[in-house]
């Protein structure tokens, strides 16, 4: 098994350009969330699916939409990048969206938007 | 609201020797308890967790920690630190009574140094 892959690592946009974020997982996990990881900040909660169908916002939401393409996808969109958004994306899953169920994280996407 | 707070930026410790990262938390309800590492350029990994049940809980690679709930701290511990230990080590907390967002909240992070 993979677990959680993540497209592109590394990404360098100007500001006002748009991307989108892919996140993929294989162990059949039913909800799925974006962060963001600045130093000396941590990871903050960006959106949130806790299932198939649904995405909430988390902590940071502004500037960023979501799509849960099917069980396995969960994509992140800017739609008009800011120098702010600079920063690495964590892409994470868990089985259910209860409360003791650990996350699993994938890689990270490093971007820049100058 | 929950929040947790992992108050040294920094820890080193000599190679043998144990070692303490700590991390407190506050939740309105039962806390749920999670510790994660995450080496350079890469994801995080999932450590150990505390639901309920024995205040001392154990995880990968020889880690441990103890929940204590009248000092409302989750500290990691290990007996005998390793340099392949040194990473940044996050703790983070649900609230286990629910509502708003599903994810973790995070502390910021504790770099551990382990030198030969």
């Known amino acids: 098994n993979a677990g959680v892959t993540q497209t592109p690592k590394f990404q360098v946009l100007k500001t006002g350009q748009s991307m989108t974020l892919q996140c993929a997982q294989d162990m059949n996990h039913n909800s799925m969330y974006w962060y963001r990881q600045d130093p000396g900040m941590g990871l903050r909660l960006i959106y949130y699916s806790a299932s198939e169908g649904t995405t909430d916002k988390g902590e940071v939401p502004n500037g960023y939409n979501v799509s849960r393409l099917n069980k396995r996808e969960f994509s992140l969109r800017l739609e008009s990048a800011a120098p702010s958004q600079t920063s690495v994306y964590f892409c994470?899953?868990?089985?259910?969206?209860?409360?003791?169920?650990?996350?699993?994280f994938g890689p990270g996407t490093r971007l820049t938007v100058l | 609201a929950q929040s947790v707070a992992q108050p040294e930026d920094q820890v080193n410790v000599a190679e043998g020797n144990p070692l303490t990262v700590k991390c407190t938390y506050s939740?309105?309800?039962?806390?749920?308890l999670f510790w994660y590492v995450q080496y350079p350029n890469r994801g995080l990994q999932f450590l150990l967790k505390y639901i309920t049940g024995d205040n001392l809980v154990k995880g990968s690679y020889g880690f441990e920690a103890e929940f204590n709930k009248s000092q409302t701290s989750f500290h990691l511990k290990k007996p005998s630190a390793l340099v392949s230990d040194s990473a940044l080590y996050f703790c983070?907390?649900?609230?286990?009574?629910?509502?708003?967002?599903?994810?973790?909240?995070f502390g910021k992070g504790t770099h551990l140094i382990i030198q030969p």
């Open positions: 994470a899953s868990s089985e259910h969206r209860n409360s003791y169920n650990e996350q699993f």
């Open positions: 939740v309105s309800g039962n806390p749920y």
């Open positions: 983070a907390v649900r609230d286990g009574a629910g509502g708003g967002a599903d994810g973790l909240t």
